[in-house]
């Protein structure tokens, strides 16, 4: 990654030379990217940037340019040496604390909003062990992970709610300038994070203005009609001002064969990972216990059953 010239560009080592030193690399390769904030000191920030200086632009990869290099020999996380790129990475995977970030960052993304501090050392010691090969730590993770209750404890990210949506009305070829767009304003621009750091995550997911935008697009889909200005302040340049919106035609998948108490049972089993009491009173207020499968408004029905899941707080939560 550090020999990356989109990392080298982005953090502005392109600006990093001998006698005009730029911290930005050095300083985010220990605070985000490996170590974390309170394992490293200051001064490890700016002797990582002397040894970082002159790492330019390349062909296919970053490559130092004499000339812009400092050639001191510097003191790094404890040790001294003419230390270059690949010395600042050996001596950091020496640190104890560096297996740690990196698998709080995989727990989070994945399974936990906020991972249990005994699993991030747990899973940590393990990365350790396994000379810090990312495919073996992911395959203990989700096997072990995968058994417990873990349900609820992360927040549907934008992407995960709209796609979600989309999967369960079996909406084929949605617009996709308009998902993006929803995506940017729910504070998801797709491969433009707001910074080095990336997104936040967890209840940043979750803010009023949000919610309100995720509720006002379920109804909108579900009545089979596409995003418009109700769920977005604003629509994006590439749609034509005299083009009409589109319509689906929306279908939710239910057994015509079960009861009405087994429609809702599957369907809140695979849309939310609980029903409480109150939940459940909503839920069956929409679908009596004498509905019947074969009667001609039966979808629409079921439609309702599936609003009122989707517009939950639990329908938010994986």
């Avoid at 700016?46 to 490559?63: D, P, S, V």
């Avoid at 709080?104 to 747990?122: A, G, H």
């Avoid at 079996?170 to 750091?197: S, T, Y």
């Amino acid at each position: 990654m550090l020999q990356t010239n989109a990392m080298v560009r982005y953090l502005d080592n392109v600006d990093n030379q001998r006698g005009a030193i730029n911290e930005n690399l050095s300083r985010e390769l220990l605070e985000l990217f490996t170590l974390g904030i309170g394992h490293y000191t200051e001064n490890d920030v700016k002797m990582g940037a002397k040894a970082l200086a002159g790492l330019h632009l390349g062909e296919n990869k970053a490559q130092y340019r004499p000339r812009l290099e400092d050639p001191d020999t510097i003191t790094y996380l404890g040790k001294t040496g003419p230390f270059k790129v690949e010395d600042l990475v050996d001596r950091i995977f020496e640190q104890p604390a560096v297996p740690y970030l990196i698998t709080r960052k995989l727990l989070q993304w994945f399974i936990y909003d906020s991972p249990p501090e005994e699993l991030v050392t747990y899973y940590g010691d393990y990365f350790r062990s396994v000379q810090f090969e990312i495919q073996p730590l992911l395959q203990k993770i989700v096997v072990e992970e995968f058994g417990k209750p873990t349900a609820g404890s992360k927040i549907k990210n934008p992407l995960e709610f709209i796609l979600h949506l989309h999967d369960e009305l079996h909406i084929a070829n949605p617009n996709e300038n308009l998902l993006v767009f929803f995506l940017r304003q729910q504070g998801m621009d797709l491969c433009n994070q707001p910074n080095v750091k990336g997104w936040t995550g967890g209840k940043n997911w979750l803010t009023s203005q949000i919610y309100l935008q995720r509720q006002n697009a379920c109804d909108l889909l579900c009545r089979g009609k596409e995003l418009n200005r109700r769920v977005l302040k604003e629509l994006p340049d590439t749609l034509s001002k005299t083009k009409s919106p589109q319509e689906y035609i929306p279908k939710v998948a239910f057994n015509p064969n079960d009861s009405a108490g087994e429609i809702k049972r599957k369907m809140a089993q695979r849309l939310v990972f609980q029903v409480d009491e109150e939940l459940q009173k909503q839920v069956d207020a929409v679908l009596k216990y004498d509905f019947n499968a074969h009667d001609p408004n039966a979808q629409e029905a079921v439609m309702r059953l599936f609003l009122t899941l989707v517009k939950s707080p639990e329908f938010q939560l994986i």
